[in-house]
T-cell receptor, first 117, second 112 residues
Framework: EPEVTQTPSHQVTQMGQEVILRCVPI?????FYWYRQILGQKVEFLVS????????KSEIFDDQFSVERPDGSNFTLKIRSTKLEDSAMYFC???????????????FGPGTRLLVL | SQQGEEDPQALSIQEGENATMNCSYK?????LQWYRQNSGRGLVHLIL?????REKHSGRLRVTLDTSKKSSSLLITASRAADTASYFC????????????FGSGTRLLVRP
């Protein structure tokens, strides 16, 4: 069964460093998302991406964040200068909706646990 | 409360018993989905119910949706120790890039 994959599974970085989290969505999916979950808290939406551009972003997704789909298969989240409060589990998700069929499920990757020291 | 709030926050039951978790939300939705998360792990999709549906079954799972009360419930019948996890409801609206808004979750412990 197709699945969303994410790398790395864990990342430890120093405050102020740049990190890139990688995701490979399911191949025929059209909508891509990043969510994050701070330890013990709910899953929060960060950004949605469709047709090679951001379709919506949350207040969390400030200028320090960017997303890219560089080669038609990978979907990346970059944090330019990490802060302590960026420590969280980051989930990638994808969804197939050629005619905006809203019945379709969003499939989540296993997550990348980011720790900023 | 925020969109998608579950109750109870924590639930402890004996293996074989049924577990019921509730979710409330505030705005109109297109569908509501339930996910399971084992401790520190990824999100596993359990079931999706559309706004025009009232009840849906999948194996030992039964989901109901009451759009007039803006609430949903997830029932797990004949629970097993392996059902121990956190359960989240998430709502989706087509007019908002179909992003999912998650609740704060119910932590279920099934005692063997």
């Amino acid at each position: 069964e197709p699945e969303v994959t994410q790398t790395p599974s864990h990342q430890v970085t120093q405050m102020g460093q740049e990190v890139i989290l990688r995701c490979v969505p399911i191949s025929n999916h059209l909508y891509f998302y990043w969510y994050r979950q701070i330890l013990g808290q709910k899953v929060e939406f960060l950004v949605s991406f469709y047709n090679n551009e951001i379709s919506e972003k949350s207040e969390i997704f400030d200028d320090q964040f960017s997303v890219e789909r560089p080669d038609g298969s990978n979907f990346t989240l970059k944090i330019r200068s990490t802060k302590l409060e960026d420590s969280a589990m980051y989930f990638c998700a994808s969804y197939y909706a050629p005619k905006r069929q809203i019945e379709e499920t969003q499939y989540f990757g296993p997550g990348t646990r980011l720790l900023v020291l | 409360s925020q969109q998608g709030e579950e109750d109870p926050q924590a639930l402890s039951i004996q293996e074989g018993e049924n577990a019921t978790m509730n979710c409330s939300y505030k705005t109109s939705i297109n569908n509501l989905q339930w996910y399971r998360q084992n401790s520190g792990r990824g999100l596993v999709h359990l079931i999706l119910i559309r706004s025009n549906e009232r009840e849906k079954h999948s194996g030992r799972l039964r989901v109901t949706l009451d759009t007039s009360k803006k609430s949903s419930s997830l029932l797990i019948t004949a629970s097993r120790a392996a059902d121990t996890a956190s359960y989240f409801c998430a709502t989706a609206r087509m007019d908002s890039s179909y992003k999912l808004i998650f609740g704060s979750g119910t932590r279920l412990l099934v005692r063997p």
